[in-house]
């Protein structure tokens, strides 16, 4: 049916969930009011990847300087100015910010930007308390959360008031370090905590588990033991107790031992940002962590209610917010698109690189699928070999019966680069035969993928280069 005027879509949130799916809405023909309280561009551009990447990337080359494994280069401590690293930074931040987002919305007569919190008063009317705190009503056929996540703070006995950091003011810090302890074991914590070690900070990381604890448990352990030796004092399966700050320094008491140092970095996940929305009241269901509960249209229990990125229940990666408000919009607007993250590759940030895709042997057991898998470590790889780095392993995950590949667990250098071709492989049902016999480029880490393939048939010490 022929509506007599545009569709109205309220979007609470302005990151990347929010704009991909303003932009597709606004291509459809609907009237779009995005609603946001602070920066737009989300956590992503603003105080997440754009910098985390920059400030690892900076500490990767600085750490290559002083420890690379090539004869006849000499070695030298490099000097550092984190003050000027972080103004370059901050300029790109800034510049992608307004280049990606701000100026876009120029471009879009039917987006319109409002400053301010939102919140529901029912199930399609929004009150958005604006900077001046009046507060004004806003009602929408439809109405789409992308309100993301925000630091989780541990209730820890003497936090409060203390000056500990979160990624946010880690990244931004112009000083660094002497000692930082980090309290966490996932993705923020190594990756963050690698690179303050290579910028010359002494770094303790504590884990109240393992390393990387919901991935292949091969990866946490050989990832301890790489960042140990590059010289990170890790603490797993422990418990911080109590922190003081006496003014120069915290004083962490972690199970029988007590920790100092000048910065304390809280690492311990991610909080999503629901709880003034009045979500319960109007009946929109969360889980226990207040993430909003979707389904793969990214629908909510409550019609006309959706949600997207990393407020919601999906993994919270910035490139499934973007596909996730995208499929959102066609949906508000009368289409029928599914998000499929059964494919979805994951990568962190540390040096060797953590890259998955697909089911772990743990997952597929719990699946009830009957698996077959092979570990290739590095120094099989003719590329690792010429780099003179055979950190990691490429491991495999098959279905025993048919050899259909299920997952991929890889810890290699730029091991993020290879990902999306096992990816590919297991979205198009590919066998470990199949992957055995296709052509991959020497001398490439690439190569490794056909290398692990072919070590379900043949033992890959006896093969020459290149072997087909």
Same mark, same amino acid.
């Given at each position: 049916?022929?509506?007599?005027?545009?569709?109205?879509?309220?979007?609470?949130?302005?990151?990347?969930?929010?704009?991909?799916?303003?932009?597709?809405?606004?291509?459809?023909?609907?009237?779009? $009011?995005?609603?946001?309280?602070?920066?737009? #561009?989300?956590?992503?551009?603003?105080?997440?990847?754009?910098?985390?990447?920059?400030?690892?990337?900076?500490?990767?080359?600085?750490?290559?300087?002083?420890?690379?494994?090539?004869?006849?280069?000499?070695?030298?401590?490099?000097?550092?100015?984190?003050?000027?690293?972080?103004?370059?930074?901050?300029?790109?931040?800034?510049?992608?910010?307004? $280049?990606?987002?701000?100026?876009?919305?120029?471009?879009?007569?039917?987006?319109?930007?409002?400053?301010?919190?939102?919140?529901?008063?029912?199930?399609?009317?929004?009150?958005?308390?604006?900077?001046?705190?009046?507060?004004?009503?806003?009602?929408?056929?439809?109405?789409?959360?992308?309100?993301?996540?925000?630091?989780?703070?541990?209730?820890?006995?003497?936090?409060?008031?203390?000056?500990?950091?979160?990624?946010?003011?880690?990244?931004?810090?112009?000083?660094?370090? *002497?000692?930082?302890?980090?309290?966490?074991?996932?993705?923020?914590?190594?990756?963050?905590?690698?690179?303050?070690?290579?910028?010359?900070?002494?770094?303790?990381?504590?884990?109240?588990?393992?390393?990387?604890?919901?991935?292949?448990?091969?990866?946490?352990?050989?990832? *301890?033991?790489?960042?140990?030796?590059?010289?990170?004092?890790?603490?797993?399966?422990?418990?911080?107790?109590?922190?003081?700050?006496?003014?120069?320094?915290?004083?962490?008491?972690?199970?029988?031992?007590?920790?100092?140092?000048?910065?304390?970095?809280?690492?311990?996940?991610?909080?999503?940002?629901?709880?003034?929305?009045?979500?319960?009241?109007? #009946?929109?269901?969360?889980?226990?962590?207040?993430?909003?509960?979707?389904?793969?249209?990214?629908?909510?229990?409550?019609?006309?209610?959706?949600?997207?990125?990393?407020?919601?229940?999906?993994?919270?990666?910035?490139?499934?917010?973007?596909?996730?408000?995208?499929?959102?919009?066609?949906?508000?607007?009368?289409?029928?698109?599914?998000?499929?993250?059964?494919?979805?590759?994951?990568?962190?940030?540390?040096?060797?690189?953590?890259?998955?895709?697909?089911?772990?042997?743990?997952?597929?057991?719990?699946?009830?699928?009957?698996?077959?898998?092979?570990?290739?470590?590095?120094?099989?790889?003719?590329?690792?070999?010429?780099?003179?780095?055979?950190?990691?392993?490429?491991?495999?995950?098959?279905?025993?019966?048919?050899?259909?590949? %299920?997952?991929?667990?890889?810890?290699?250098?730029?091991?993020?680069?290879?990902?999306?071709?096992?990816?590919?492989? %297991?979205?198009?049902?590919?066998?470990?035969?199949?992957?055995? #016999?296709?052509?991959?480029?020497?001398?490439?880490?690439?190569?490794?993928?056909?290398?692990?393939?072919?070590?379900?048939?043949?033992?890959? *010490?006896?093969?020459?280069?290149?072997?087909?």
């Amino acid at each position: 049916m022929r509506r007599d005027a545009p569709l109205n879509i309220a979007i609470i949130g302005g990151g990347s969930a929010a704009f991909a799916a303003a932009l597709r809405a606004a291509d459809a023909g609907a009237a779009v $009011t995005l609603i946001e309280s602070g920066k737009v #561009g989300g956590t992503c551009v603003n105080v997440g990847c754009v910098p985390s990447k920059i400030m690892i990337r900076a500490a990767h080359l600085a750490h290559l300087q002083d420890h690379h494994s090539f004869a006849g280069l000499k070695k030298n401590t490099p000097a550092i100015d984190r003050a000027r690293m972080v103004a370059q930074q901050q300029a790109r931040v800034e510049e992608l910010r307004r $280049t990606k987002y701000e100026e876009i919305l120029g471009g879009y007569a039917d987006i319109k930007l409002v400053r301010g919190y939102a919140r529901f008063k029912n199930a399609d009317t929004l009150l958005i308390t604006r900077p001046d705190g009046n507060t004004e009503e806003l009602c929408a056929d439809r109405i789409l959360i992308a309100t993301g996540r925000s630091p989780s703070i541990p209730d820890i006995p003497g936090l409060k008031g203390t000056p500990y950091w979160t990624s946010t003011e880690a990244l931004a810090a112009t000083v660094l370090p *002497k000692h930082v302890i980090i309290y966490g074991g996932s993705v923020v914590a190594v990756e963050l905590g690698q690179a303050f070690l290579r910028l010359g900070s002494r770094v303790t990381l504590i884990a109240r588990s393992t390393l990387l604890p919901k991935e292949d448990s091969a990866i946490g352990a050989e990832l *301890k033991a790489i960042l140990e030796n590059e010289g990170m004092h890790i603490i797993i399966n422990s418990v911080i107790g109590s922190v003081r700050f006496d003014g120069g320094q915290f004083k962490i008491e972690a199970d029988t031992q007590t920790l100092s140092a000048d910065k304390f970095l809280l690492a311990t996940g991610r909080t999503p940002n629901t709880s003034e929305l009045n979500l319960s009241e109007i #009946g929109v269901s969360t889980d226990a962590q207040g993430a909003v509960t979707v389904d793969e249209h990214m629908r909510t229990n409550v019609p006309n209610i959706y949600a997207a990125g990393d407020c919601t229940n999906q993994p919270q990666f910035v490139y499934v917010a973007a596909a996730a408000g995208t499929r959102a919009a066609i949906n508000m607007t009368g289409g029928d698109a599914a998000l499929d993250l059964a494919t979805m590759p994951g990568v962190i940030f540390t040096d060797p690189q953590v890259a998955t895709v697909g089911l772990s042997e743990m997952q597929a057991s719990a699946q009830g699928i009957t698996t077959d898998s092979r570990m290739l470590t590095l120094d099989h790889v003719p590329r690792a070999l010429a780099n003179f780095d055979t950190r990691g392993f490429i491991k495999m995950v098959v279905e025993k019966e048919t050899g259909r590949l %299920l997952g991929v667990q890889v810890l290699a250098a730029e091991g993020g680069e290879i990902i999306m071709t096992a990816a590919l492989a %297991l979205r198009h049902g590919l066998t470990v035969s199949d992957l055995a #016999g296709e052509l991959f480029p020497y001398l490439t880490i690439a190569e490794g993928l056909k290398l692990c393939a072919q070590t379900f048939s043949k033992d890959v *010490k006896q093969l020459s280069c290149c072997a087909g």
